[in-house]
């Protein structure tokens, strides 16, 4: 099955910093990348996702991209801001089952 | 709507005694999600249904652990009996695709604390 390994396990950066966060997967056949972003006391709520069919997206602040050769995607998170606190996941999918990395704690000091 | 809804938020019990977790999913969501996440392995998704139906369980960890769809709008997952190493946060999330077909819509989860 699908292995999802993330990392850091904790980023902390100024903010205005740049953010930038890794992820790696097994599966070949998997094609559809989300990212979640967890607050404190919260669910996972999904901020972006990328298929298999596009390298890049981009969503204001936050971007995605996607290497299949090399099978790892990232999250780049620019001028960051303190509400930009959170855990980040990442996720992969192919046809069925959602496979979770294990987060990253990201902290973003005023 | 009001999104995934999941009771208890917090549930604080003894080890041996039951435990039931409530989850009411999006209406229109053909597909009901149970995670667990723990520090130690993260998310772990314990079971899906679609149209009510169980269609893995192969996370469920033991034979303690089971769900149930009794209909569209509502889930159980019970522990029982319940054991320390079952604490966690559980999750109940549901979509309207599976994989690549559905973004995750997760409640905000129960805390459960056994002792």
């Known amino acids: 099955g699908e292995n999802v390994e993330q990392h850091p396990s904790t980023l902390s950066v100024q903010e205005g910093d740049s953010a930038v966060i890794k992820c790696t997967y097994s599966?070949?056949?998997?094609?559809?990348f989300p990212w979640y972003k967890q607050e404190l006391g919260k669910g996972p709520q999904l901020i972006i996702d990328?298929?298999?069919?596009?390298g890049e997206k981009k969503d204001q602040r936050i971007a995605v991209t996607l290497n299949k050769t090399a099978k790892h995607f990232s999250l780049h998170i620019t001028e960051t801001q303190p509400e930009d606190s959170a855990v980040y996941f990442c996720?992969?999918?192919?046809?069925?089952?959602?496979?979770f990395g294990a987060g990253t704690r990201l902290t973003v000091k005023p | 709507d009001a999104g995934v809804i999941q009771s208890p938020r917090h549930e604080v019990t003894e080890m041996g005694q039951e435990v039931t977790l409530r989850c009411k999913p999006i209406?229109?969501?053909?597909?009901l999600f149970w995670y667990r996440q723990t520090m130690m392995r993260g998310l772990e998704l314990l079971i899906y249904?679609?149209?009510?139906?169980?269609?893995?369980d192969s996370g469920m960890p033991e034979d303690r652990f089971s769900a149930k769809m009794p209909n569209a709008s509502f889930s159980t997952l019970k522990i029982q009996p319940s054991e320390p190493r079952d604490s966690a946060v559980y999750f109940c999330?549901?979509?309207?695709?599976?994989?690549?077909?559905?973004?995750?819509?997760f409640g905000e989860g129960s805390r459960l604390t056994v002792l």
């Open positions: 999330a549901s979509s309207m695709g599976l994989g690549n077909t559905g973004e995750l819509f």
């Open positions: 599966d070949s056949a998997s094609n559809y």
């Open positions: 990328i298929r298999s069919n596009v």
């Open positions: 996720a992969a999918s192919g046809n069925n089952d959602m496979r």
């Open positions: 209406s229109g969501h053909d597909y």
């Open positions: 249904f679609n149209n009510n139906v169980p269609i893995d």
